[in-house]
Nanobody, 118 residues
Framework: QVQLVESGGGLVQAGGPLRLSCAASGSIFSFDVMGWYRQAPGKQRELVAAITIGGSTNCADSVKGRFTISRDNAKNTVHLQMTSLKPEDTAVYYC????????????WGQGTQVTVSS
């Protein structure tokens, strides 16, 4: 069983930083892709950033230059360092991981609320 435990969400003032972490536990020790999605009220869930096991990354245009994704393969953990936060970044952030050895299998965290006040 794969479990994704997210932490670091909360209320932050516009312009401030926030660091999200997601720790994966279970019988799987390495995921091909780890990343973050977010969903604001009334909006579609969107990819924020993702990182492969080799360290390749991609980020949504709206967060490029402000958010940095990283992973610790030894700890099976992915982080999202958010800076220069804007009210538009307010959303529930979901950890997302994928296995691509054979069939693609995706797992989701429960979500953590990030609220940016202006």
């Amino acid at each position: 069983q794969v479990q994704l435990v997210e932490s670091g969400g909360g209320l932050v003032q516009a312009g401030g930083p926030l660091r999200l972490s997601c720790a994966a536990s279970g019988s799987i020790f390495s995921f091909d892709v780890m990343g973050w999605y977010r969903q604001a009220p009334g909006k579609q869930r969107e990819l924020v950033a993702a990182i492969t096991i080799g360290g390749s990354t991609n980020c949504a245009d709206s967060v490029k230059g402000r958010f940095t994704i990283s992973r610790d393969n030894a700890k099976n953990t992915v982080h999202l360092q958010m800076t220069s936060l804007k009210p538009e970044d307010t959303a529930v952030y979901y950890c997302h991981v994928e296995l691509r050895a054979g069939y693609v299998r995706a797992y989701w965290g429960q979500g953590t609320q990030v609220t940016v006040s202006s």
